[in-house]
């Protein structure tokens, strides 16, 4: 069974830092490319960043300069480290692991960013 399980989330005060975390099971992690994404309320979901399976890594552009995105394929964790939150920042933050090869996709639950004052 495969699991996607994201922590980390939280309440901060604009211009603070958070670290998610998307630890994945039943996959073989270094295989698939792991991406974050955000829901707002009220909004679509929209892509945050990306990294492959070689490290390559890219982000939107309103993550540039604040948020990273990292992996660690012995412990099946993928991070994104995000520093000098805005209260635009706030939604519910998901990761997915995905493998064009394998033809496999897979999304975690959650966690909730809020960013406010």
């Known amino acids: 069974q495969v699991q996607l399980v994201e922590s980390g989330g939280g309440l901060v005060q604009p211009g603070g830092s958070l670290r998610l975390s998307c630890a994945g099971s039943?996959?073989?992690?270094?295989?698939?490319?792991m991406t974050w994404y955000r829901q707002a309320p009220g909004k679509e979901r929209e892509f945050v960043a990306v990294?492959?399976?070689?490290?390559?890594?890219n982000s939107a552009d309103s993550a540039k300069g604040r948020f990273t995105i990292s992996r660690d394929n012995p412990k099946n964790t993928v991070y994104l480290q995000m520093n000098s939150l805005k209260p635009e920042d706030t939604a519910v933050y998901y990761c997915?692991?995905?493998?064009?090869?394998?033809?496999?996709?897979?999304w975690g639950q959650g966690t909730q960013v809020a960013v406010s004052s």
């Open positions: 039943g996959i073989i992690f270094s295989l698939y490319t």
């Open positions: 990294i492959t399976r070689g490290g390559s890594t």
């Open positions: 997915r692991a995905s493998s064009v090869s394998l033809r496999e996709e897979y």
